[in-house]
């Protein structure tokens, strides 16, 4: 039986009362050859009949995604790849006669995959949830603010760059959360904290701290 707990969102509701979410209580996770050795139980596939095709298949997923294709896979979702800006370069302006970005900036960054209803209803069939007595910790009980923006100098003080996700795992913030106070210490003139690009692609830098005259 899988167990869920009510969580309180990082960011008050429009009214500024709590809004809590139902999250589901991970306990560990199963690899291929786990799901291998249990499909197994149910067919004439040997384990390794069962590892080999579905390595056959990512495999082929893969190359279609790495032409340009989506890949839809009935019963279980659709694939689609997804690309993004290297480390170090900004994205297009699309002003004229703003820089361009040549494909040695572009990456493979994501795979983004919405599940088929089909496969989203059959997990809930074999979902029965029970509320757990043990409680999520807030992310952001770990560190005050201040000591946030001091975690956040000393990074940049041996790193050129930081990423939102490197701000997550740091402070233990939720990404949405953590984006906004980044936001907030970069518009901070005194905060030694700058940023480059745009959107989704802005990542944080050292900004020098211009000192005030006497």
Not at 10 to 24: A, F, H, I, Q, S
Not at 60 to 65: C, G, P
Not at 131 to 139: C, G, V
Request: aromatic share 8%; with cysteine.
């Amino acid at each position: 039986m899988a167990e869920y707990q009510m969580q309180e969102l990082t960011l008050p509701g429009e009214d500024g009362k709590k809004v809590l979410y139902p999250r589901m209580k991970i306990w560990g996770q199963v690899d291929l050859g786990y799901l291998a050795e249990h499909i197994n139980y149910a067919s004439t596939f040997t384990p390794g009949d069962i590892i080999g095709l579905v390595k056959s298949l990512t495999q082929a997923i893969a190359r279609e995604m790495g032409e340009g294709h989506s890949v839809k896979i009935d019963g279980l979702g659709v694939f689609t790849p997804s690309l993004g800006i290297r480390d170090g370069f900004e994205r297009e302006s699309g002003e004229p006669g703003g820089q361009k970005r040549n494909a040695m900036s572009i990456y493979m960054q994501n795979i983004n995959f919405r599940a088929d209803k089909e496969f989203i209803q059959e997990t809930g069939m074999h979902c029965r949830l029970d509320r757990s007595k043990w409680k999520f910790q807030r992310s952001s009980s770990r560190y005050t603010a201040e000591q946030r923006l001091r975690l956040a100098q000393n990074y940049l003080q041996t790193n050129v760059l930081l990423k939102v996700n490197d701000y997550c795992n740091m402070t233990g913030l939720l990404r949405n959360a953590a984006a906004l106070e980044l936001k907030r210490w970069s518009e901070m003139p005194d905060s030694g904290i700058g940023y480059t690009g745009r959107g989704s692609h802005k990542i944080y830098i050292r900004k020098e701290v211009q000192q005030k005259m006497p």
